[in-house]
């Protein structure tokens, strides 16, 4: 089956600078990979996503990039502000989604 | 967007009794549900695979007879915790999928806290 290792396991950064979290997958059949934001005692809130058909995929400040090839997909966030402080989740999907084991990402003021 | 519901948002009961939670999706109709346990401080573990009118697809290590899933219709699932025991405390999670594609979004509910005393 799918196995989504996710990197690292905690980030910290201050105000204003770029986070990047990457991910990798197993499964060559995997053509979905979203990525999650969860905040303490709620549930995942889907922030981006990118299917196999594309390299890149940008919103505002969050983008996401993925390599088909080395089976790796990263999310990148610029300009962080306090409030994207939370835990981040990536995901894989041949079928039924594989989460990584998490990012807690913690910013500055 | 979609719009998944879940109840009861938490619950707390005996060890040995059984708890039914379920999974609603409000706007859509969900041929496929997903259920999930959240450990403190953990991953989401994907436990069981649900498609409306069909049995549930369980993960390994998973024990279905523990964890009854029923998706009675297109926009209800329900799981079950039966014979519950402390160990079975966790925050367990749904979600819904609106189409079979595996590229098609997840929807999460909102999750149910079990505490089994």
């Known amino acids: 089956g799918e196995n989504v290792e996710q990197h690292p396991s905690t980030l910290s950064v201050q105000e204003g600078d770029s986070a990047v979290i990457k991910c990798t997958y197993s499964?060559?059949?995997?053509?979905?990979f979203p990525w999650y934001k969860q905040e303490l005692g709620k549930r995942p809130q889907l922030i981006i996503d990118i299917r196999s058909n594309v390299g890149e995929k940008k919103d505002q400040r969050i983008a996401v990039t993925l390599n088909k090839t080395a089976k790796h997909f990263s999310l990148h966030i610029t300009e962080t502000q306090p409030e994207d402080s939370a835990v981040y989740f990536c995901?894989?999907?041949?079928?039924?989604?594989?989460f990584g084991a998490g990012t807690r990402l913690t910013v500055k003021p | 967007g979609a719009v998944v519901s879940q109840h009861p948002s938490w619950v707390i009961c005996k060890s040995g009794t059984s708890v039914k939670i379920e999974c609603r999706s409000l706007d859509f109709q969900a041929t496929t549900m997903f259920w999930y346990r959240q450990f403190p401080k953990q991953s989401l573990m994907l436990m069981a695979t649900?498609?409306?009118?069909?049995?549930?697809?369980?993960e390994q290590g998973v024990e279905k007879d523990k964890f009854l899933i029923n998706h009675a219709s297109l926009t209800l699932s329900t799981l079950t915790v039966t014979s519950a025991h402390p160990e079975d405390s966790s925050f367990y999670i749904c979600s819904a999928r609106q189409a079979e594609l595996s590229t098609d979004t997840q929807y999460f509910g909102p999750g149910t806290r079990l505490t089994v005393l």
């Open positions: 995901a894989a999907s041949p079928n039924d989604m594989r």
């Open positions: 499964d060559s059949a995997s053509n979905y």
């Open positions: 649900s498609n409306e009118g069909s049995k549930a697809t369980y």
